[in-house]
């Protein structure tokens, strides 16, 4: 009896929160995504996700609104996918209400796909679908998406979610970045102008990492997107907390196109995303 008024309170708290039409799946669905505890609870820890989960779902919702008034059957691609928690979620709060909408959930490992077709299966989740790919390989039904996400996607990984995007024709794309390699190990010995930038390991990390989002966003402005980068969660939460957001106005735009040339050429240094400059 205890544990009913227990569950009872929480949803009054949950339907406080969440912003959800359906609450008796949405309780299921944060329970599997481990927002709420195994007996429908809030506790400090889920209340932090909680917070950081409508936190994201918010700087998204412009993006996502404008792509249902743009098209009747709009299609959201989630790159590197893991258990599809962020096309869960947007598809609940979002899409779901709407009434259409595809979700498409790209991830490689199987065993991931199967339970996130179960789950959403459970949730009655029926414009979710989940491809077993690789991003670089992955092909959506179509070959098109309106809007490509791609939420700590590791190193190279992300750039596969710009080339992904661009074969796609998707005019929005919302990325989070998530530990960029390539640029330091590139750096390792390069001398230069500006080699005092990376002499040292630990700021060649850091200024290889930064300047990966720098040239990731000025492909992207190339491509004739509008870039913005803002903060997706304070620092006491993630260090990893860089959102990139970027809408296509214009087939190209050749003075980010020169700036970007400008500065690889100052680097001294060919990052592998620059073959998208190659069509």
């Not at 710009?162 to 919302?174: K, N």
């Not at 390792?188 to 700021?203: A, S, Y």
């Not at 260090?239 to 500065?263: F, G, V, Y």
Request: with cysteine.
């Amino acid at each position: 009896m205890a544990r009913e008024r227990k569950q009872a309170s929480a949803k009054d708290t949950l339907s406080e929160l969440w912003p959800s039409q359906r609450s008796e799946n949405s309780i299921a669905l944060l329970k599997s995504l481990h927002i709420l505890t195994r007996d429908g609870a809030l506790n400090a820890d889920s209340r932090r996700k909680l917070k950081q989960v409508l936190h994201l779902t918010q700087l998204l919702r412009p993006s996502l609104d404008a792509m249902l008034q743009e098209s009747e059957n709009p299609v959201l691609a989630d790159l590197g996918a893991g258990k599809s928690y962020l096309g869960f979620v947007l598809y609940d709060l979002i899409l779901g209400p709407a009434g259409r909408g595809q979700v498409f959930a790209v991830e490689t490992r199987q065993e991931l796909v199967e339970h996130s077709r179960s789950l959403a299966a459970s949730c009655g989740f029926d414009r979710m679908d989940f491809l077993a790919a690789p991003i670089a390989t992955a092909t959506l039904p179509g070959g098109h998406a309106d809007m490509v996400t791609a939420l700590h996607a590791c190193d190279t990984a992300t750039d596969d979610a710009i080339r992904f995007a661009l074969r796609h024709e998707a005019r929005r794309i919302a990325l989070v970045p998530c530990c960029q390699a390539e640029l330091p190990r590139l750096l390792e010995g390069k001398r230069g102008p500006l080699n005092q930038l990376w002499r040292h390991p630990i700021q060649r990390r850091e200024f290889g990492a930064h300047l990966t989002n720098v040239i990731r966003g000025l492909v992207l402005e190339a491509h004739g997107y509008k870039v913005r980068v803002t903060e997706l969660v304070g620092l006491e939460h993630s260090l990893k907390n860089e959102l990139i957001l970027a809408e296509r106005h214009q087939r190209s735009n050749p003075l980010a196109r020169a700036e970007l040339d400008q500065l690889v050429s100052q680097l001294g240094v060919t990052p592998g995303l620059l073959d998208v400059m190659n069509g």
